[in-house]
C-alpha cells in the first residue's frame, strides 16, 4: 500500500526557516514526481513544487527563492525547505505523489503557523 | 483568488444528481485533457476521484463521472449518498511553467 506521511510543521516566525519532511511507503521516491500541495485555512489548493524522479524540480512563482525540494534516497523521503517564511505561507502542506498529470496518493499533511 | 472558477456549494437529496462545474481558460482547462477531481473529507487528505477528464482510479464507484466542454470541466454525482458529502476540487495541468492550478473548491451537502 502506498503512503506518504509528512512531518516538520509548527509555529514558525516571519522571516524564518523550516524543513517539511515526506517519508515514503509502498512506493520509492526516486522513480516518482513527487509534489507539494499547500491549502490555507478555509481556502482552496495550491501546487507549490515538485521534484521530478530525475532530480529536477520546479516551483510556483509564490515560493520561488524562497523554498527548495529535495530528496534523500537513501531514507525515501522528500523534503520542502521553507525559508524567509511569509505570514500567507501559514498552511496545511500536503505531499502528493504524481500518476499521469493527476495527483495520485496524497499524505495527511501537516500545518505550517507563520506567526509575527 | 483560484486560478478555476467553482461554485461555492452545491446540494442534493439523497438518489438526485449533481454536477459542479470548473471554469478555466484555453492555457489550462480548455488546452490540455489533464483536468482532475479531488474529494476531500473534513479534517482529511484529499482523494483522487477522477483523471484525465473523465477516466476513474480504481475504487472509485461509477457514480462519478466527469466531462469537459471547451474551458469548462464537470463533476456529475449520480445516485447521491450521505457518504458524498465532502469539498470536491478541481484541478488543471496548465502548461510547464505554471504546472497546476486549482479552483476554490465546492462543498457539496447532500440535504
Known amino acids: 500500500e502506498v503512503q506518504v506521511v509528512e512531518s516538520g510543521g509548527g509555529l514558525v516566525q516571519i522571516g524564518e526557516s523550516l524543513r517539511l519532511s515526506c517519508a515514503a511507503s509502498?512506493?520509492?521516491?526516486?522513480?516518482?514526481?513527487m509534489s507539494w500541495v499547500r491549502q490555507a485555512p478555509g481556502k482552496g489548493l495550491d501546487w507549490i513544487s515538485v521534484?521530478?524522479?530525475?532530480?529536477?524540480?520546479h516551483y510556483a512563482d509564490s515560493v520561488k527563492g524562497r523554498f527548495t525540494v529535495s530528496r534523500d534516497n537513501s531514507l525515501n523521503t522528500v523534503y520542502l525547505h521553507m525559508n524567509n517564511v511569509r505570514h500567507d505561507d501559514t498552511a496545511v502542506y500536503y505531499c502528493?505523489?504524481?500518476?499521469?498529470?493527476?495527483?495520485?496518493?496524497w499524505g495527511q499533511g501537516t500545518l505550517v503557523t507563520v506567526s509575527s | 483568488q483560484s486560478a478555476l472558477t467553482q461554485p461555492r456549494s452545491v446540494s442534493g437529496s439523497p438518489g438526485q444528481s449533481v454536477t459542479i462545474s470548473c471554469t478555466g481558460t484555453s492555457s489550462d482547462v480548455g488546452g490540455y485533457n489533464y483536468v482532475s477531481w479531488y474529494q476531500q473529507r473534513p479534517g482529511k487528505a484529499p482523494k483522487l476521484m477522477i483523471y484525465n477528464v473523465s477516466k476513474r482510479p480504481s475504487g472509485v464507484p461509477d457514480r462519478f463521472s466527469g466531462s469537459k466542454s471547451g474551458n469548462t470541466a464537470s463533476l456529475t454525482i449520480s445516485g447521491l449518498q450521505a457518504e458524498d458529502e465532502a469539498d470536491y476540487f478541481c484541478?488543471?495541468?496548465?502548461?510547464?511553467?505554471?504546472?497546476?492550478?486549482f479552483g476554490g473548491g465546492t462543498k457539496l451537502t447532500v440535504l
Open positions: 521534484i521530478y524522479s530525475g532530480g529536477n524540480s
Open positions: 509502498g512506493l520509492t521516491v526516486s522513480t516518482n514526481h
Open positions: 484541478c488543471s495541468y496548465a502548461g510547464s511553467y505554471i504546472y497546476w492550478v
Open positions: 502528493a505523489r504524481e500518476g499521469y498529470y493527476n495527483f495520485e496518493s
